[in-house]
């Protein structure tokens, strides 16, 4: 993702002489999470809380995917319960850089905006892996079995087929 300015007190921060560089994270689970990697944080009128969070490896590809992970502490088992329950796969994430000086609503840079990929749960920590596209977009079917495009015996809604090691299931959902 690009921005095209940064604002005058991200930059006064970044030409400063001591940095004090942190994230914000949003995790999309049905009660959203809202981390900071430095202390508590209202940033866009929301409350980022100051816990144990680390953005790693956000990179992009020239075909402007992104990817990488984030590693949330889980000494409590509260991010394991959620990751576990709710799954990761497919939740909205999203990350911002900012300096601990300039935290007003225009300051933190985004530097993520994708989804869930998979999860490791371990017992002091949960690392997430991070991707830009969603995986509903990029699996089969990319076409619809219908008489409009040339289909004349259409299996019944509900049929399930394994087909290369996955299963289809024929729906009228288009």
Known sequence: M????????TTNALAA??????YLVYIGWAVPVRLSSRADLTWDSYLY???GVTPGGLDWSGTAEQGGTLKLDNSSGDYSVMALGEGVADVPIKVWAYDAAA???ADPVPVFDGVGDSCEIMPDAITI???SKRSRSLYAPRAYI????GFSIVPPEGKTIQWGGQRYT???QR
């Open 2 to 9: 690009s921005r095209t300015t940064i604002s005058p007190a």
């Open 17 to 22: 002489q001591l940095t004090r560089p942190g």
């Open 49 to 51: 809380i100051g816990f």
């Open 103 to 105: 935290t007003a609503t």
């Open 129 to 131: 892996r991070v991707t």
């Open 146 to 149: 219908t008489q409009d495009a």
């Open 170 to 172: 024929f729906s009228r």
